[in-house]
């Protein structure tokens, strides 16, 4: 105790700080990186979940190098990724840009669009998968079907299937995307439109020149986060191919799939492991390139 | 409660028995874990009662957990010493099973392999290993054809096809299209994702004349012409006959809920929630048999295993349990509650189980079904399901289609087998 008193303030606000920080540190130690360091170690290792954990050193990366499955899932990783975020950035821009300059029935537009960002991701990925169905079922195609236009294949097709699944995933995200962006929109100080007003600007000059730079923050955070999202995009994607998951042919298999299936199905760990290694580098990589190219000047 | 005060007396009348002669029968408790489905668990929960009664002296404690961390759970339980005597595990683990040392095979002297291969029906073998036995089962699953009475009657039709020329032309007349020519209602459900992986593996092969495997499964060999019949076959159901589309109304066993599909294989543990349909008439048939009348079937089954935790007077009680619960009247029990087939003729051929309408066609299918010694069950459907997805959506021709799945499901099973 003498120890304590003879602290001085400063110091004994350390105490103080590190000793509410314990429990958050302590807590992220156990459920975070323990286990994240534990599947590295994995990721040398062989291990079916059962029985003894056995040295493999590379032999898990090199397998995953020559695997013609892990390098079709990893391109489709990078369509989700690369489809995905500017679709839904534009789509969620347009929609927020519009909707800040609507007044009539402002608030329910805006619940509209945010109601699908609320809804569980399984049950509107099961209602899209049924969407999706051929006639009797499927809603687009017996809609077609009325027309006597030739169904479409939705999911049972190597080109549309990637599309068709990411759809529902983009809806699906757009919601807060919306919110975000109008929250931008608003904290864009209104004398730089007046000035601009008052030189007699155009929409597109204010829109280029004033508007989209300064939702540069906003932007950035947008891109950043549904970047991760899209990589790690897995629930649309299981639920709506359980049948032949990740499926036809691997065409919509993103790596989280891929691990999964490694990991539960296949009982082989160090495999899975290795595979999230790569994830994670991937998110790291990923997310660091966009920092810096979006940073501001 | 009963149990637990049955438990005290016993073990305070052994302990006070024990201190005046200390040679005396001791209260034994084992462990008994399962995975949890309700029917299980209920018919386990009767045998155990019974068993309990037949053997005063030991009790049988029984544990069960969802399916998802059921693997998780057993393994790390058993090298600690703790966890369960005996475990229920799926026939495919077995491998895994043995190699991890979780169990131990079952004594000669009390199940010797000559009379299991004598009493069981056939399929079980695949749990023996080097003439010995290492896992039971209660209750095994075979496969069999459904059919929609009411679709049947409607399209003049008096009885399920007997062979696969039949099955053909019985599908005709149960499909039908629209005006634009989309299929409204199958003849016959397909999708490999479904049974139809085991039927064409187990069934089709064979009955074009070959073996999807040789090798006690080690080897794949449907690389054949045989092979080439059967897929031929399989897709021919939708590419030439028309009676069928792969991944119809989404999953093959809503395509058959919901009226829209005349017939459909699928596998014993289907019925129950068959029976929960309202206004669905069914019945069940035998799987047709091939050109030249050979029948097959494809088995599944849960097995009991003694684990190499029990040691000493829980061994000799998990050998009696283990006896207890692969009895007739276990057999027997399982059927009534559960719904699962005997996994002896025994019990499963009486006139009663044989001749049951709903069970019947599932037994006698028992009598010449074959059970897949699977390395890895869900990637080696992934490889039959490509298999046709290559030949339905890329146009790849069969053959070649063909020597990419064996090609590739033979890489699965070289890798398991060289660990």
């Known amino acids: ?297 | 409660m009963k149990k637990y005060i049955r438990n005290l007396v016993v073990a305070g009348l052994t302990s006070s028995v024990a201190v005046l002669a200390s040679t005396s029968a001791q209260a034994v408790e084992i462990e008994y874990w399962q995975y949890y489905f309700d029917a299980r668990v209920d018919a386990m929960e009767q045998l155990i009662e019974g068993f309990e009664a037949e053997n005063p002296g030991i009790t049988v404690k029984m544990t069960h957990f969802p399916y998802a961390d059921y693997r998780t759970k057993v393994s790390a339980a058993i090298p600690a010493g703790e966890g369960p005597d005996v475990v229920q595990l799926f026939y495919g683990w077995l491998n895994d099973y043995r190699a991890a040392n979780l169990i131990q095979p079952l004594p000669e002297a009390d199940f010797p392999a000559s009379a299991i291969d004598e009493e069981f029906f056939p399929m079980v073998q695949a749990m023996k290993v080097d003439g010995q036995y290492f896992a039971l089962p209660t209750a095994v699953r075979s496969l069999a054809l459904f059919y929609n009475k009411r679709l049947f009657d409607e399209a003049g039709i008096e009885s399920p096809p007997a062979t696969l020329d039949e099955l053909v032309e019985t599908a005709k007349k149960l499909a039908k299209r629209d005006g634009a020519g989309n299929l409204t209602t199958a003849g016959i459900t397909t999708g490999m994702n479904a049974q139809d992986h085991h039927w064409w593996r187990e069934v089709l092969v064979r009955q074009f004349g070959g073996e999807a495997y040789q090798d006690d499964y080690k080897t794949v060999n449907y690389a054949s012409d045989a092979g080439l019949a059967a897929l031929n076959f399989y897709t021919s159901l939708e590419k030439e006959h028309g009676v069928s589309a792969f991944g119809f109304m989404d999953e093959p066993q809503a395509a058959f809920k919901a009226g829209r599909a005349g017939m459909h294989i699928d596998g014993s543990f289907r019925i129950g929630s068959l029976n929960k349909i309202r206004g669905l008439k069914w019945g069940v048939a035998e799987l047709p048999a091939g050109p030249d009348g050979t029948k097959s079937n494809y088995s599944s089954y849960w097995v009991n295993a003694i684990t190499t935790k029990a040691e000493g007077e829980k061994y000799d009680a998990s050998i009696k349990f283990m006896k207890y619960i692969t009895s007739d009247a276990a057999m027997q029990t399982w059927l009534d509650v559960v719904g699962e087939l005997p996994a002896k003729p025994s019990v499963g051929l009486t006139d009663q189980n044989a001749n049951n309408e709903v069970f019947g066609p599932f037994i006698r299918g028992l009598a010449y079904a074959h059970t897949t010694k699977f390395a890895n069950e869900s990637a080696q459907r992934q490889v039959l399901m490509d298999m046709v997805a290559r030949t339905d959506i890329e146009g790849q021709d069969a053959k070649e289609s063909l020597a990419q799945a064996a090609e590739a499901e033979q890489k699965i099973l070289s890798e398991y087998y060289a660990k």
């Open chain 1, 1 to 297: 105790m003498s120890f304590y008193r003879n602290l001085s303030i400063k110091q004994k606000q350390i105490v103080w700080a590190w000793m509410f920080l314990a429990i958050p540190v302590l807590f992220y130690g156990v459920i975070r990186f323990y286990p994240t360091g534990n599947a590295i170690l994995i990721s040398f290792q062989n291990w079916n979940l059962l029985g003894a954990r056995t040295w493999a050193g590379l032999e898990n990366y090199e397998k995953l190098i020559a695997d013609p499955v892990f390098w079709k899932v990893f391109k489709n990783t990078f369509i989700y990724l690369l489809l995905g975020t500017p679709v839904s950035l534009v789509i969620s821009f347009i929609i927020a840009y519009h909707l800040d300059k609507l007044r009539f029935m402002h608030g329910f537009l805006r619940m509209l669009y945010f109601l699908p960002f609320m809804t569980s991701a399984v049950a509107m990925a099961w209602v899209w998968r049924w969407f999706y169905q051929d006639v009797p079922i499927g809603l687009f195609n017996n809609f077609l079907a009325g027309f006597g236009i030739p169904q479409f294949e939705f999911l049972n097709s190597t080109t549309n299937a990637l599309p068709s699944v990411l759809a529902p995933a983009v809806w699906a995200g757009l919601g807060f995307q919306i919110i975000i962006f109008m929250a931008g929109i608003r904290a864009i100080p209104t004398t730089y439109y007046e000035a601009a007003r008052i030189d007699g600007v155009g929409w597109w000059t204010i829109l280029t020149q004033i508007t989209i730079p300064l939702l540069r923050p906003t932007i950035v955070f947008i891109v950043v986060f549904s970047s991760i999202g899209f990589l790690r995009i897995f629930d649309h994607v299981f639920n709506m191919t359980t049948n032949n998951p990740g499926g036809p042919l691997n065409a919509t298999k993103p790596l989280v799939l891929m691990i999964y299936d490694t990991a539960f199905n296949s009982f082989d760990m160090g495999y899975a492991s290795a595979q999230t290694v790569v994830l994670f580098m991937i998110l790291l990589i990923v997310s660091l390139i966009q920092l810096r190219l979006l940073r501001s000047k």
